[in-house]
């Protein structure tokens, strides 16, 4: 099973304001007319219940939105960029791949959550925005912005109801096959389920999704056997289904091994409610034992079920029980709103941006300055009269003149010389 797969997403760039000017017969100075770009279209992942792994990822990790439109002349707008929908499973947690404060994006969990991981660039604006009462022929327009790009680290986790753990071979894929439509695989040897398997039970109007986890061993919270990759699957459930073979030595023995397998990866998990049942009632070695096994778990303060997974004997008394367990445990804990909400963590406030000198030269650094030189197009006399003036808004000219700059002297902003007329 995929359930962990590393995605690079990018979102579209923004689309180039145009540099235009209205050309018709009879109007001689018409004016600019250059239309705005589109904005780039975002990266979005959404749910998709039809979907249970990641597997779709296996051939393609690399997923980019389109860019935006030009604008045109005759204040025509580009196209906005179509938006890229990325579609999970339910129960997908995203990461920033690089970790750290602020690496969790969204964990969704419900059909037709949706969230933005990459926002397209912003678009480039057309001359029509730069004509004033003195300069009504700009020769000024600006790129669109590059949309976001990031790895992100997708994780699933199942979102079931119930989750049927126990030993390898206690039956449990028996099981979900006999309550449910699921069709794992069986046989009669141990590790037979080597990955997660969904069931739906229904009882009247009630429903309940049931998840066939692989056999736990000893040393499964440390990797061992297949038990690490898939007692998280378990972590969403609201109760568990521990499901004993009847026909092993000490079944009271195993419960204890498992849920100290259980407790040593999760205390939370550890917690949940069980229900035991004792599988393998169609068998002579559990039979004969009932009262005995029985005896066994009631010391312990467990109270069994007794049941054949293989002739359906005693499952309808042991669903009946799931589903009332069910649903007094959702009655103490009513869902919580689904709507996909980001987690956000507040980064540490940086400066907009650094002044420097070198060489006699002073040096704006900082990355809203860089963006301010990418966007605006041209190197002509207008282009640096409105990255000064913009410069002047950002706090760059008051820091000038507290760094002793004169009207005449040598600045660089993203590789851009001019001169500071002050």
């Known amino acids: 099973m995929i359930d962990r797969v590393r995605v690079h997403v990018q979102a579209g760039k923004g689309g180039d304001g145009s540099l235009s000017f209205r050309r018709e017969k009879f109007v001689p100075k018409g004016g600019p007319d250059g239309g705005d770009g589109g904005r780039g279209g975002n990266v979005i992942l959404e749910v998709d219940p039809s979907l249970s792994t990641l597997a779709h990822f296996r051939r393609k990790?690399?997923?980019?939105?389109?860019?935006?439109?030009?604008?045109?002349?005759?204040?025509?707008?580009?196209?906005?960029?179509?938006?890229?929908?990325i579609r999970v499973p339910p129960g997908t947690i995203a990461r920033r791949a690089d970790g750290g404060e602020g690496d969790?994006?969204?964990?969704?969990?419900e059909e037709g959550q949706r969230i933005v991981v990459a926002k397209g660039g912003r678009a480039g604006r057309g001359n029509v925005h730069f004509a004033t009462s003195t300069n009504r022929?700009?020769?000024?327009?600006?790129?669109?912005?590059?949309?976001?790009e990031s790895e992100l680290d997708l994780d699933l986790k199942l979102v079931a109801d119930v989750g049927i753990t126990g030993l390898p071979n206690a039956g449990k894929s028996t099981l979900l096959r006999r309550v449910s439509a699921a069709r794992?695989?069986?046989?009669?040897?141990?590790?037979?389920t080597l990955e997660p398997v969904l069931g739906v039970v229904e009882r009247g109007y009630a429903t309940a999704v049931l998840a066939?986890?692989?056999?736990?061993?000893?040393?499964?919270?440390?990797g061992i056997g297949l038990g690490l990759e898939f007692l998280r699957h378990v972590e969403r459930t609201r109760l568990l289904l521990h499901l004993l073979d009847g026909t092993r030595e000490s079944p009271r023995q195993d419960l204890a091994a498992v849920n100290e397998e259980i407790r040593a990866y999760s205390e939370a998990l550890a917690g949940k409610r069980q229900i035991v049942a004792v599988n393998k009632l169609d068998l002579p070695e559990a039979r004969t034992r009932r009262d005995e096994i029985a005896s066994e778990l009631a010391d312990a303060g467990v109270e069994a079920h007794f049941i054949s997974a293989a002739t359906g004997e005693g499952v309808d008394e042991l669903v009946d029980a799931v589903m009332q367990a069910l649903s007094e445990e959702k009655a103490k804990a009513p869902?919580?709103?689904?709507?996909?909400?980001?987690?956000?963590?507040?980064?540490?406030?940086?400066?907009?941006?650094?002044?420097?000198?070198k060489d006699?030269?002073?040096?704006v650094e900082g990355a809203l300055a860089a963006r301010l030189v990418e966007r605006l197009t041209g190197d002509s006399r207008e282009t640096k009269a409105e990255i000064r003036r913009r410069l002047v808004r950002m706090g760059v000219g008051a820091a000038l003149k507290r760094a002793g700059a004169r009207p005449g002297d040598r600045i660089r902003v993203a590789g851009l010389e001019m001169e500071w007329e002050g």
Not at 137 to 148: F, S
Not at 184 to 192: E, L, M, N, Q
């Open 104 to 109: 969790l994006i969204v964990d969704l969990t």
């Open 137 to 148: 022929a700009p020769h000024i327009a600006e790129k669109g912005e590059q949309g976001e």
């Open 212 to 222: 066939d986890i692989p056999g736990l061993i000893s040393g499964a919270h440390e």
């Open 184 to 192: 794992p695989k069986v046989a009669s040897y141990p590790f037979t």
């Open 335 to 357: 869902e919580e709103s689904t709507a996909p909400v980001a987690v956000t963590h507040l980064q540490p406030r940086r400066p907009r941006f650094v002044l420097t000198q």
């Open 360 to 363: 006699g030269t002073f040096e």
């Open 61 to 85: 990790r690399h997923y980019r939105a389109e860019d935006g439109g030009h604008g045109s002349g005759g204040k025509k707008h580009g196209a906005n960029g179509e938006d890229l929908v």
